[in-house]
């Protein structure tokens, strides 16, 4: 069964940092583009940060500098390292994986990141 599970939201202060993880369950972590999406109330999901298999990394403009993605194949675990964060990086962040070949979307549960002081 395929699962993606994230941790790590929760409460944190304007410029203050927070990781997020998501651990893989049931794919072929070593053949899918891992990813970070936001969504907040009214809006689309927006990609956040996306790697690849060979570590080939896309930002969204309005992260780049401040947040970093990392996998670690071994664990099957993608992280969100989030640093000088500001009140419009609060949102629902999802982990996705998509195949490399097949194009496969999954997507994990969500979890919350609120921002205040």
């Known amino acids: 069964q395929v699962r993606l599970v994230e941790s790590g939201g929760g409460l944190v202060q304007p410029g203050g940092s927070l990781r997020l993880s998501c651990a893989a369950f049931?794919?072929?972590?070593?053949?899918?583009?891992m990813g970070w999406y936001r969504q907040t109330p009214g809006n689309q999901r927006e990609l956040v940060a996306s790697i690849s298999s060979s570590g080939d990394i896309n930002y969204a403009d309005f992260v780049k500098g401040r947040f970093t993605i990392s996998r670690d194949n071994a664990k099957l675990t993608v992280y969100l390292q989030m640093n000088s964060v500001k009140p419009e990086d609060a949102g629902v962040y999802y982990c996705?994986?998509?195949?490399?070949?097949?194009?496969?979307?999954?997507w994990g549960q969500g979890t919350l990141v609120t921002i205040s002081s």
């Open positions: 049931g794919i072929v972590f070593e053949t899918n583009i």
């Open positions: 996705n994986a998509e195949g490399e070949y097949t194009k496969r979307q999954r």
